[in-house]
């Protein structure tokens, strides 16, 4: 019995000591000497310490002039027998708005651990670090230039997009992202794209990744530029959306008329035009009732003043089966949507808008000069230099006598 109040004796001392050998608030702080060479190859070095009660902790390197480097300030952290570990990479942050992050210069520093327990006991160890190699040259981003700073993305030609044009003078990995307006809502646009010290181009047109257009409203790009040493610069700028909206028309009828006629007669063609759309559609000549020749293109009629325009531009056209003009010269009678007269478009006898809500309706005419005995017309919507939409709608077949 003796013998095994004497054991009982024992474990409990032992469990005493190791609760008292716990309370330790920082201890095992190491190594004491530390090296690091860094290449861009993801290299570190190792700062470990131990807390013996809860407390805030923070590390900071300092160099032989006395600037603080903080590597972490008053983080909280739990006692635990384990070791907590810094992986330390070379880098540590600063309070410079474009250089977010930066890679020490090489020397000698002076690593300290601090504890700070919640009961206000304080205890701090130190150690040698030195940094040897080259010291790189951060990813400024240069001559950042956003233009325009407002865009109206809805397919007018018109500040549709947004150029976003920098310099780099080292290679980084680039990230671009938009945040909306609302400062929650973040929309990647360029993601760990690597990019070399040459002139950067990005184009955007206000959409997410996914083509979705985002409301109108003020934006934040951030350009963040990383290179392999951990340098990390930031530059950030405001750009708005304002009038964006996807355009949608749609012919709403269509009649070409007569259906049987000799050659050298007219065919007169009747189009109704609506923007179903909620943003204006632009468009141009020639205007309603305007008369072409079969032997005629759009593109030569006075004197080119009809030639396609780049982007933005719709106009309804009537094309036929055998036309030999192929891709290039498709629908190549072509007239504008728009219910006013030349004089009273928005440039007068220029270009005219076909506001939202608002229909058109255009005739066209074309004088049938063709050897040919049966003609198949179609009608079909045309945005320059995009394509043709509700294409061959209102096919009808014509006989030509001789």
Known sequence: MRLLRTLACLALLASLLASCGSTTLLSNVGPAALELRPTGNGENVQISYTIGKPARVSVYLQDAAGTRYTLRDSEPRLASADAYTLFFDGTAPTGDPVLKRKALPSGSYTYTVQ?????????????????????????????????PETISPNADGIDDIAEITYQLPVSATVDITFTAPD??????????????????RQVWNGKTVDNALLPDGVYTYTIRAQDLFGNLVERQGKIAIAGGGQPEIKLSFTNIAPDAIMKGDVITVTMRVKNTGDVPIRTYGPPS???????????????????AKPGGFWRVGVDWDANSGGAAKRYPYRWAITPRPPEQWKIPNQEDVLLPGEEAEVIGRIRVQ???????????LIQDGVGFFQDRTGRTIVKVGF
């Open 183 to 200: 400062g929650k809502s973040v929309y990647p646009f360029v993601a760990a794209d690597k990019e070399g010290p040459t002139p950067q």
């Open 115 to 147: 504890a700070q327990a919640d009961d206000g006991e304080h205890a701090e160890a130190h150690g040698t670090l030195t940094i040897g190699g080259v010291d790189a040259k951060p990813p400024l981003i240069e001559d950042l230039v956003v233009f």
């Open 370 to 380: 063709q050897p040919e005995t049966k003609m198949s017309f179609y009608v079909g």
């Open 289 to 307: 009732g305007y008369e072409y020749s079969t032997d005629d293109v759009f593109s030569s009629v006075a004197g080119g003043k009809y030639v």
